[in-house]
T-cell receptor, first 109, second 116 residues
Framework: RKEVEQDPGPFNVPEGATVAFNCTYS??????FFWYRQDCRKEPKLLMS???SGNEDGRFTAQLNRASQYISLLIRDSKLSDSATYLC??????????FGGGTRVLVKP | ETGVTQTPRHLVMGMTNKKSLKCEQH?????MYWYKQSAKKPLELMFV???????ENNSVPSRFSPECPNSSHLFLHLHTLQPEDSALYLC???????????????FGAGSRLTVL
């Protein structure tokens, strides 16, 4: 089983709709989590950290479920500019960062 | 502009060539990283440097040789590469390597390498 697993997608989303996707992790000792966004042929950029209580940043909401070992990202009121690959990242003991393969989101008019 | 600059952005080399990738960060960070991103694969950590000392080598073949002369500069020297080494090589930096929330990665735009 991969340490960090994501549905590769693509998730085809009508503009204005809500989309949500998960990332599962196998290392129960994982200490923190992040969502990065990567546009086509560009570098990954930090979207948001994920806190135990869940957190929101504008149209984006991240949740962490330690019991079931997954994190989620929800995007409300999708914009065309939200089209990207979303990378799930876990930080485990020893500060080891592990990236998931990414979930591709395509927002269409 | 992220504050992490990589050159060259594109590189084509033969298997017998020697070339180098350069990374420079202007963020005052102390840690620098090399990652490899191949098509349809997750990012793979290659090397970590903290205060210019190598702290992690993720079983990378010796044909990849990193060099970190100071906390702001990181090189990846390439020699006798194989076609399967073709990938996007991403440099990143962070304030430190501890678990503090401040230690998130900032990536450069990457160097896209093609080995013929």
């Amino acid at each position: 089983r991969k340490e960090v697993e994501q549905d590769p997608g693509p998730f085809n989303v009508p503009e204005g709709a809500t989309v949500a996707f998960n990332c599962t992790y196998s290392n129960s000792a994982s200490q923190s989590f992040f969502w990065y966004r990567q546009d086509c042929r560009k570098e990954p950029k930090l979207l948001m950290s994920v806190y135990s209580s869940g957190n929101e940043d504008g149209r984006f909401t991240a949740q962490l479920n330690r019991a079931s070992q997954y994190i989620s990202l929800l995007i409300r009121d999708s914009k065309l500019s939200d089209s990207a690959t979303y990378l799930c990242v876990q930080r485990a003991a020893g500060n080891k960062l592990t990236f998931g393969g990414g979930t591709r989101v395509l927002v269409k008019p | 502009e992220t504050g992490v600059t990589q050159t060259p952005r594109h590189l084509v080399m033969g298997m017998t060539n020697k070339k180098s990738l350069k990374c420079e960060q202007h963020l005052g960070h102390n840690a620098m990283y090399w990652y490899k991103q191949s098509a349809k694969k997750p990012l793979e950590l290659m090397f970590v440097y903290n205060f210019k000392e190598q702290t992690e080598n993720n079983s990378v073949p010796s044909r990849f040789s990193p060099e970190c002369p100071n906390s702001s500069h990181l090189f990846l020297h390439l020699h006798t590469l194989q076609p399967e080494d073709s990938a996007l090589y991403l440099c990143a930096s962070s304030a430190g390597t501890g678990v503090s929330g401040a230690n998130v990665l900032t990536f450069g735009a990457g160097s896209r390498l093609t080995v013929l």
